[in-house]
């Protein structure tokens, strides 16, 4: 491992976090709970993400989890906890989870899901936030919020931007949990890797990006891509040829072009 940590990350109960060749990983280690989510787990994905933003040893990013399951969505224990919390405290918890979707979604580094297991409610929602996502055949996938009289209100600001209103409209109103292969062909993941080959099918595509592309350019990339669905079309093509001249004038451009017009092998 490539770096030492701080000792609040060390500290951490529920989140494990290391840096292996440029690529972060941000492990969700709470097996016996099947990955699940409370405040506290939340808090730490904040932590752990916020550190790997700012890692100098870190290019990329991948979120994984340990045992069976991915992330089986919220605690039992802490639904129960929920039913006696007023407006202010439950406005106060689901912000929560709003701030780490979104540092999530806008972080500056490519984010990619190693998704070895199910997938439920808010643990689909963070296999569906990631930037790229390698999923096994065997993981099924489902926002079942509807189900227990809850919504999936947090990701649908998200799967209508990722998948669009026709396909979260299906998943979200319905509650059905659906095959990995139809997440795949709802554009909700983007790979399938066999269970045996997933780990090292992720790690190879991370250590690709890190090698091969500019993490500059992945960066203004991600957060363009970001911006964009929520301008008017004129505004959009005008931040996108300010975006793209600003590009021109950035060393990883000068670099990338020289090594290019030189048939010059360049590594990042």
Not at 7 to 28: D, F, K, Q, S
Not at 124 to 136: H, K, N, R
Not at 260 to 266: M, P, Q, S, V
Request: aromatic residues 8%; proline residues 3%; contains cysteine.
């Amino acid at each position: 491992m490539e770096n030492l940590l701080t000792p609040e990350l060390e500290a951490l109960r529920y989140i494990r976090y290391a840096c292996e060749n440029r690529v972060g990983y941000v492990t969700l280690n709470r097996p016996d709970k099947r990955n699940a989510l409370n405040a506290d787990v939340v808090t730490e994905l904040k932590q752990a993400f916020e550190y790997a933003e700012n890692d100098a040893n870190c290019k990329v990013i991948v979120l994984r989890a340990a045992g069976d399951v991915f992330c089986a969505g919220a605690d039992l224990g802490y639904i129960q906890e929920l039913q006696n919390f007023g407006y202010t405290d439950n406005l106060e918890d689901s912000t929560h989870l709003m701030q780490l979707f979104h540092q999530i979604y806008t972080l500056k580094k490519v984010v990619i899901g190693q998704v070895q297991g199910h997938a439920l409610a808010g643990g689909c929602g963070l296999a569906a936030i990631c930037d790229i996502s390698f999923a096994v055949p065997e993981a099924k996938f489902g926002y079942t919020e509807v189900k227990i009289g809850f919504l999936p209100a947090i990701v649908s600001v998200f799967l209508i931007r990722k998948i669009g209103e026709a396909r979260t409209k299906q998943l979200l109103l319905s509650g059905d949990v659906v095959p990995a292969q139809t997440a795949l062909d709802m554009g909700l993941i983007t790979f399938l890797s066999t269970k045996e080959g997933l780990a090292a099918t992720v790690q190879a595509y991370a250590e690709r990006l890190c090698r091969e592309n500019s993490g500059q350019s992945m960066e203004v990339t991600k957060e363009m891509l970001a911006r964009l669905p929520e301008m008017p079309l004129e505004d959009g093509l005008r931040y996108a040829a300010q975006s793209n001249a600003e590009a021109r004038g950035s060393e990883d451009c000068r670099r990338g072009i020289s090594a290019f017009l030189n048939k010059e092998k360049i590594s990042w």
